[in-house]
Structures are given as C-alpha cells and as structure tokens.
C-alpha cells in the first residue's frame, strides 16, 4: 500500500515563528487534506489540494501531485496553532493518514 | 448547523462486554466512515459505507461490527473479540466517496475497565 511520511515529527516554536511541515507520500494519489487535531482531539479541516496553493489567513498549502509531496506553511504563529498536524492522501477509496507532526508553540 | 455528532464522548467497556458507538450526520453525505486512533499515531480505517445498506472492510475491521440502515447514521459496535479496544475512535463522512473531502466528529474515547 502507499506510505504517507510527515516531517518533522515535532516541532517546537516561539510564538510569531514561521514554519514549514512536509508530506511524502509514495504512489500517485486522487487528491490530498491537511488536518489540524486539537488538544481535545478534534480533527479540524485545513486544506483539500490535490495540486497547487490555497491560502487561508496565516495558513497555506502546496502540493506537488507529480513530485509526491506537500507543504503546509504556518506564519506568525499563535498558541491556538499548537497540536498535531496530519496529511492524508486519498488512495483509491480510502484516506491513509501520516503519523502527523506534534507543534508546540510558546509564548 | 450541519455536521457529525458522535456520542458518546467517553465510553467504558468491561471484560466481555459489546459496545456501540453512535455517529449521526445532517449534511446529506453519501458515505460514512469509522477510524481508530492510538496515542501518538495517525488515524486507520475500520469500515466504511458508501450506500445505505452497504458497507467494506477498512485496513483493521476484526472485532468490530457496522450497520448502514439509514443514510443518516453509521453505529459502530466494537465486540468482545477486539482485544485491545482502548483507543479514541473518529466517525467521517464525505459526499462522495474518494473524491471528496472528508468531515470528521469530535470523536469517542474508549477505555476498558
């Protein structure tokens, strides 16, 4: 089956920090969503981008559908961004997720 | 307001004992899914349902069970056969299946006693 790789594993950043979280993924893929999950473990919507860029606010998304990857930009970060970040590819009829990317921020 | 409501938030199982997780949906979706997420991993699929009365395996279906009677509603039942069933467990749905994003609930933690 495909492999969805995120990096980092974890990430720990200053309040008004800029980062970048990377997702592999192995095979061609229908499409891709980035998820924020919370400390109380609801799982927030982000981006739906099978290609390009999409922006929201602070957040934005680029994927590289030939190259396999996506990138997901978090700018001037705020505590409320802490909590995990997941990537999941749709693969045939199914999402596979990564193992997401634990951010911290402090203040 | 259109979304997933999953209840119970927290649920306790004894040794033996079948439980069910409810997930009810208002936004018309076509097709419904259950995850299972352990600490400091991603989510896995369990089952999924694309129609009413139609329902596939996912990558960890043994020892769970569904049911697709309504549109509306995808009851997940984690059976005494599951022998690790501690996990927190997400209910999602989608307007088509595949090619359209995903909608999750707030999900139900389940711990045994």
């Known amino acids: 089956g495909i492999q969805v790789e995120q990096s980092p594993p974890d990430l720990i950043l200053q309040e008004g920090a800029n980062s970048t979280l990377r997702c592999n993924f192995s095979?061609?893929?229908?499409?891709l969503q980035w998820f924020h999950q919370n400390p109380w473990g609801q799982l927030i919507n982000l981006f739906y981008?099978?290609?390009g860029t999409k922006q929201n606010g602070r957040l934005s998304a680029t994927t590289v559908a030939t190259e396999r990857y996506s990138l997901l930009y978090i700018s001037s970060s705020q505590t409320t961004d802490s909590g995990v970040y997941f990537c999941?590819?749709?693969?045939?009829?199914?999402?596979?997720f990564g193992a997401g990317t634990i951010l911290r921020v402090k203040s | 307001d259109g979304g997933i409501t999953q209840s119970p938030k927290y649920l306790f199982r004894k040794e033996g004992q079948n439980v069910t997780l409810s997930c009810e949906q208002n936004?018309?979706?076509?097709?419904m899914y259950w995850y299972r997420q352990d600490p400091g991993q991603g989510l896995r699929l369990i089952y999924y349902?694309?129609?009413?009365?139609?329902?596939q395996k996912g990558d960890i279906a043994e020892g769970y069970s569904v049911s697709r009677e309504k549109k509306e509603s995808f009851p997940l039942t984690v059976t005494s056969a599951q022998k690790n069933p501690t996990a927190f467990y997400l209910c999602?749905?989608?307007?088509?299946?595949?090619?359209?994003?995903?909608?999750f609930g707030d999900g139900t933690r389940l711990s045994i006693l």
């Open positions: 095979d061609s893929v229908n499409n």
């Open positions: 999602a749905s989608s307007n088509r299946q595949g090619m359209q994003p995903q909608h």
């Open positions: 936004l018309n979706h076509d097709a």
């Open positions: 349902s694309q129609i009413v009365n139609d329902f």
């Open positions: 981008i099978p290609s």
């Open positions: 999941a590819v749709i693969y045939g009829n199914k999402l596979v």
